[in-house]
């Protein structure tokens, strides 16, 4: 069955230092693989997604993430964290063909210290 | 401005009742999705509609109704309520055709269940 781990539940970070949060799936076919990030009380933001070609994608606010099929993994980066950054990150797969539902890890909180 | 909206924004009720949600894309997206995020944060489909026609469901009670009067809006009316219905609820759209898979998500509907 299709799944996602982020195995980082919480992760704590210091304003202005580098963040990796890692994010590992398993599907069969090629993955379409997204990153989302949902503030206190808000809606899923898309950071970033990865459908084909290049493997390292660039997204909005600073961040990247990289595609590593050998590792299933499409790990999450930004080199200087803001405190602006503090919330919780979605990993997710969309399932090819059909109308693919998506299917999400179960979340990554990030705290910032200033 | 264009986007996926929900109403209510905030829904409190006693168990039992019945209530709606609405949603509304005016993205020009023909599918249409509800996932429930529990008090873990945790996300999961529940339904999709393509066109209006009921694509995915998942293993949702039946007290879960969908209805989809046009590829614009897609509601879902849930009967008896239970305590744990307490959630918030995401309505996405996407694209299906020539599109990238990319889901849009609306604002969430935090139901509360008393």
């Known amino acids: 069955a299709q799944s996602v781990t982020q195995p980082d539940i919480h992760i704590t970070v210091s304003e202005g230092a580098s963040l990796e949060l890692r994010c590992n799936y398993s599907y069969g076919a090629t993955p379409y693989l997204f990153w989302y990030v949902q503030s206190p009380g808000q809606g899923l933001q898309l950071l970033l997604k990865y459908f084909s070609g290049d493997t390292l994608v660039q997204g909005i606010k600073g961040f990247e993430a990289e595609f590593k099929r050998s590792q299933s993994s499409f790990n999450l980066r930004k080199p200087s964290v803001h405190w602006s950054d503090a919330a919780e990150y979605f990993c997710?797969?969309?399932?090819?063909?059909?109308?693919?539902?998506?299917?999400f890890g179960a979340g990554t909180r990030l705290a910032v210290h200033p | 401005d264009t986007a996926v909206s929900q109403t209510p924004k905030y829904l409190v009720t006693q168990m039992g009742n019945d209530k709606s949600i609405k949603c509304e894309q005016n993205l020009g997206h023909d599918t249409m999705y509800w996932y429930k995020q529990d008090s873990k944060k945790f996300l999961k489909i529940m339904f999709s509609y393509n066109n209006k026609e009921l694509i995915i469901n998942e293993t949702v009670p039946n007290r879960f109704s969908p209805k989809s009067p046009d590829k614009a809006h897609l509601n879902l009316h849930i009967n008896s309520l239970e305590l744990g219905d307490s959630a918030v609820y995401f309505c996405a759209s996407r694209r299906t055709s020539g599109g990238d898979n990319e889901q849009f998500f609306g604002p969430g509907t935090r139901l509360t269940v008393l």
């Open positions: 997710a797969v969309g399932l090819s063909g059909g109308y693919n539902k998506l299917i």
